[in-house]
């Protein structure tokens, strides 16, 4: 069973006296000149002859993008991925320590883990193998009888990773948070969006060959006959999916999407297709009714279950289970999904070292067991509490700041109080650990370890239909560099790893720190009231909440927001989506400013000191923007705009400050500086 992650079911990351001439913000550059910021500015990282007022993220940011270069073996550099380096560092050592020690009990976690990395690391044996470990499934294919065979087979091996047009998932109902409920998402592309399948600019038409000889190139290398006739065929068949998947800025409504079917009525949706034999290989044939999120989908897709002939289908499966367990075969299979998938796709040029895929491995598939290990040696109990203090901080703001919304009613700002006071901060770690016993793993299988580790988690899954709600799961490992926001679950979620410099520092002031992780817990709160997430209520159910004057009024800010950001270029030839950002935006929006008000409230009416020259202010707002560094190849970036919900770095931090009357008061930004707005353009929604 695939994890269907999308903004719409849980949205993630990844200062007293003002400076109010010219001439102080000059003194400011000047005193910038020290060797050493004690206040958790990056100085080194900085470029003192961008102005502020005209690019404050260059201004911040440049002196680090100018000296910093991409490794060939990535795409991304930046705060976020050299987190992640360190943690991948850290998980390393933690592995390493398990894989050396000579007896480990059989089917203790540490025998999991050791073996787990032991298995990918074993490329001799991978090589030898060849495409052996995964010949069993290949042969199911090739032995599918009928049609009603191959609804079946969708359903079965769903749980394997392998691709079809209908993705499986079990997730907390969004009319009735109290139970979870089958859903289906579209799904059966190979390309990253439908757009890929139509656009004809050079770009788009240069990786639907190679996407037509990396398909040709994969049926080689397995022995298999005909690959370019094959290639035309699955290109043909996923182009004609593409055509009726709904775009992802349709995708994130969530009101559009919850269409909940009797599951004895889907056959007036496809008659074509077998849903009987399809639920009961899922395991859910006794489930009585199935939320589809894109019908219009699902009934275009039986038109063309239907159309397809079963060899052609067949064709699309033998790829897709190839594909799926590209990552895990030999080197030439490895090389050949690499080259197309990274390099041509997202430019990446060298893969990575072998032991950071191991390492991802391990966490992607025993994640729970290093986090417990990794909680112990990198989180400590006085940054929890010093985190708890602060997300009830920020709480606090976000409430007054709710009480001083001129345009919302008295009705409205009652109920956004009862959804607020119901958050849930889940902060570090889980209090109840993921239980992996029913996992067998072993040192010479990896395909087999693998298979049996998407089985047990498929069957996790399912397990959870017609039970209570695991309020204790959580959907990140520790050791991930990321926060999210459940909207279902009314829960916000700070991973230990992020909870690092220059996001969360022990040893910094509190301006820096409220600019850095009080921005992404004000951003991770923001969801909970962004244009989607305020369509649900205290309980997580999808309820207006909202008079009809007060939604008026919010989307009314709301628009404002999409049309700034959709005029933020990326490229000449290429704009940010202000409609597919807009959820991530009006986070980052509310982010900081609750955020600046927290801080302000931690000041107790008291100036804040002035660090190596800047006041409390600058130094909030420069927090801000270097959370966002980055740097990004070419091809990734233009996948990202394409297809993440979330801005460029460089505008979720020029959008968010824009908006901001205390920034413009801070840096001194005036009318003719590039980064000022009249009064009346900057959005304030919360």
Known sequence: MKTIITSALCSSLLLVAGCNTTEDTNSTNTAMQKTALASGIEKANMDMSVRPQDNFYQYINGGWLKSHD????????????DLRDKADDDVKAIIEELADAKSLKNGSDEQKVADLFRSYMDTAERDALAIKPIQHILDVINNIGDKDQLASFFAKYDALGIANPLGFYISIDAKNSSRYASHIWQSGLGLPDRDYYFNEAERFVKLRSGYLTHIENMYKLAGLTDGQTAAKTIMNLESQLAEHHW??????????????????????????????????????????????????????????????????????????????????????????????????????????????????????????????????????????SRMSTLVENLRSSYGQSIDELEWMSKKT???????????????????????????????????????????VSSQKQLEKLGGPIRKWEWGMTPQTVNAYYSPTRNEIVFPAAILQPPFFNMAADDAVNYGGIGAVIGHEMGHGFDDQGSKYDAEGNLRNWWSEQDLAEFSKRTKSLVDQYQGYKVFDDLHVNGELTLGENIGDLSGVTIAYKAYKASLNGKEAPVIDGLTGDQRFFMGYAQIWRSKMVEKTMRNRVATDPHSPGEFRALGSLSNMNEFYEAFDVKEGDAMYLAPEQRVKIW
């Open 247 to 384: 775009t992802r800025v349709e995708s994130r409504n969530s009101e559009k999407r919850y269409n909940k079917f009797a599951t004895a009525d889907l056959s007036g949706l496809t008659d074509g297709f077998n849903w009987q034999a399809y639920l009961a290989a899922m395991g859910v044939a006794g489930e009585k009714d199935i939320i589809i999120n894109q019908p219009d989908f699902v009934k275009a897709f039986g038109t063309i279950f239907a159309e397809t002939s079963l060899e052609d289908w067949k064709s699309y499966l033998t790829f897709h289970t190839l594909s799926s367990f590209a990552s895990y075969l030999g080197q030439d299979i490895v090389n050949e999904d690499f080259d197309f998938f990274s390099k041509q796709l997202n430019g990446r040029q060298e893969q990575r070292p072998l032991w950071k895929r191991g390492v991802a491995v391990v966490n992607n598939n025993l994640g729970e067991v290093i986090g417990k290990v990794y909680v112990g040696r990198h989180f400590t109990p006085e940054a929890k």
């Open 70 to 81: 991409i490794p060939s073996n990535k795409t991304t550099i930046g705060s976020f991925y």
């Open 413 to 455: 700002q009652k109920a956004a109080h009862v959804k607020l006071a119901a958050f849930t901060p889940k902060i570090g770690y889980p209090d109840k650990w993921e239980d992996y016993s029913s996992l067998t793993i072993k040192g010479d299988d990896l395909v087999g370890n693998i298979i049996r580790s998407r089985t």
